[in-house]
């Protein structure tokens, strides 16, 4: 099975900076678009990034500027450099990945579990 497994959250103060690290693994033939997006307390989970197999990026208007998503297909692995924090970018980050699998035609769309960011003011 794929399994998507973030690292790199923590609490930061305002203004300061932090990068989190997505490793996708299992039986996988080809990751697609690979993203964050994050989920903050009483909130609807938003968008935050995408970025294609070809590294074209698209990114929240509220992080443009701030935030920079990265990705490594020879490791399978997916960045979020996010700097400038602002206590509004408190929440739960979640990476995603279009994946498709070996032996299947059709891809799929996978979640990691989750890494808390706490900014504080």
């Known amino acids: 099975q794929v399994q998507l497994v973030e690292s790199g959250g923590g609490l930061v103060q305002a203004g300061g900076s932090l990068r989190l690290s997505c490793a996708a693994s299992?039986?996988?033939?080809?990751?697609?678009?690979m993203g964050w997006y994050r989920q903050a307390p009483g909130k609807q989970r938003e968008l935050v990034a995408t970025i294609t197999r070809g590294s074209s990026t698209n990114y929240a208007d509220s992080v443009k500027g701030r935030f920079t998503i990265s990705r490594d297909n020879a490791s399978n692995m997916v960045y979020l450099q996010m700097n400038t924090l602002k206590p509004e970018d408190t929440a739960v980050y979640y990476c995603?990945?279009?994946?498709?699998?070996?032996?299947?035609?059709?891809?799929?769309?996978?979640w990691g579990q989750g890494t808390q960011v706490t900014v504080s003011s």
């Open positions: 995603n990945a279009v994946i498709r699998l070996l032996a299947s035609p059709s891809a799929y769309n996978y």
């Open positions: 299992g039986s996988m033939f080809s990751i697609n678009v």
